[in-house]
C-alpha cells in the first residue's frame, strides 16, 4: 500500500483533459513528479503547463496508448527522466455507442485498443518495472460502470470496458499470486463525470462512421453528453476520491451514490438466469 507521495512519480495517460487532468494536476499538488500522456498534442502541452504552474516537475510525451511500441517509450522516458514511477494511472479511454453488429470493424478496434489494449499495453511496460524497483507502487486502470453493467446501443464502449475491469481483477489476482505485495490495482468505476468522452472521435485517427452507421451513434453521444454536462461529477472531486482509495488500499474506485443499488439488482438477475437490465449510470 502506498503511502508516500512527495518527491514520487505518477504517470497518466489521457492526461491532456477530463479524468486524466485531474489525476495528473492532484499528483502535482500531492508533490509528485507528474508524467503526462496523450494523443492531443496541444491539449497535452496545456495540460503540462497547467501542471507545472503547481510546481511539480512535468514531462509530456504524446502517445497513442493503442500502439505497444509507443507505450513502452512512454515507460522508457519516465524511468530515463525520473528514475522510477509509483503511481500509474492508466486512464486513455474513447466512446463508440451503436448497434453492435451494425459497427464496423474499424468501430471495435479503435474502442478496443485505447480502452482495452491501452491499458493492456501499460501494465505489460509498467508492471515488471514497478516489480523490480521494489518501492511501493500503484496502478489505477479507469474501467467505467459500463464495465461492471451491460445497456443497449453502446456495444464497443461496454466491451472494452468489461475487458477493461476484468483486466484490473485478473492483474491483482496475478500479483497476488506471485507474491508481490508492494505493487497494488485498482479499478476505478466512474459514473457520469464532466468530460469530453462523447466528443471522443475529435481524436479518432481514421474516418467517423459513415452515416449508414451514424444515427444511433450521434443520438447516444448526444445523451450522454447532456448527462455529462448537467449531471456529472467534476474531475477535480474524481482526482480526490481516487487518490483516497489509493491510499485506503481499495480495489473498486466508484465514484457513483447509486453504485450498490445498481449492481445489487444485476447480480440477481444473473443469479436468476435473467437478462440483466438496464441503467442510467448516474
Not at 461529477?233 to 473498486?252: L, Q
Request: hydrophobic letters at 45%.
Amino acid at each position: 500500500m502506498i503511502k508516500q507521495l512527495a518527491g514520487r512519480t505518477a504517470v497518466v495517460t489521457g492526461a491532456a483533459s477530463g479524468i486524466g487532468l485531474g489525476l495528473a494536476r492532484k499528483a502535482a499538488t500531492e508533490g509528485m513528479h507528474v508524467v503526462l500522456a496523450d494523443v492531443e498534442v496541444d491539449a497535452l502541452a496545456d495540460a503540462e503547463a497547467s501542471v507545472a504552474e503547481l510546481g511539480a516537475q512535468a514531462l509530456s510525451a504524446q502517445t497513442d496508448v493503442s500502439k505497444a511500441d509507443a507505450v513502452d517509450a512512454l515507460a522508457d522516458a519516465t524511468f530515463e527522466r525520473f528514475g522510477g514511477a509509483h503511481l500509474v494511472f492508466l486512464n486513455a479511454g474513447v466512446f463508440q455507442a451503436g448497434v453492435s453488429w451494425q459497427r464496423s470493424n474499424a468501430d471495435w478496434e479503435w474502442v478496443l485498443g485505447v480502452n482495452f489494449w491501452g491499458a493492456l499495453h501499460g501494465i505489460r511496460a509498467f508492471m515488471p518495472r514497478l516489480i523490480e524497483q521494489d518501492e511501493p507502487a500503484h496502478v489505477v486502470i479507469t474501467a467505467s460502470m459500463a464495465g461492471l453493467m451491460t445497456v443497449a446501443y453502446s456495444g464497443p464502449y461496454v466491451v472494452s470496458k468489461f475487458a477493461a475491469s476484468s483486466l484490473a481483477e485478473c492483474v491483482a489476482h496475478d500479483l497476488r499470486a506471485q507474491g508481490v505485495d508492494h505493487v497494488g490495482v485498482s479499478c476505478l468505476v466512474p459514473g457520469s463525470v464532466d468530460t469530453r468522452i462523447a466528443d471522443s472521435t475529435r481524436n479518432r485517427p481514421d474516418e467517423p462512421p459513415s452515416e449508414a452507421q451514424a444515427p444511433d451513434h450521434y443520438f447516444v453521444a448526444d445523451a450522454l453528453r447532456e448527462m455529462t454536462t448537467t449531471q456529472g461529477r467534476s474531475p477535480e472531486d474524481v482526482a480526490d476520491m481516487v487518490f483516497d482509495a489509493v491510499r485506503a488500499g481499495d480495489f473498486w474506485i466508484p465514484t457513483t451514490d447509486s453504485y450498490e443499488e445498481l449492481l445489487r439488482p444485476r447480480f440477481d438477475d444473473i443469479l436468476a438466469r435473467k437478462l440483466p437490465g438496464s441503467a442510467q449510470f448516474d
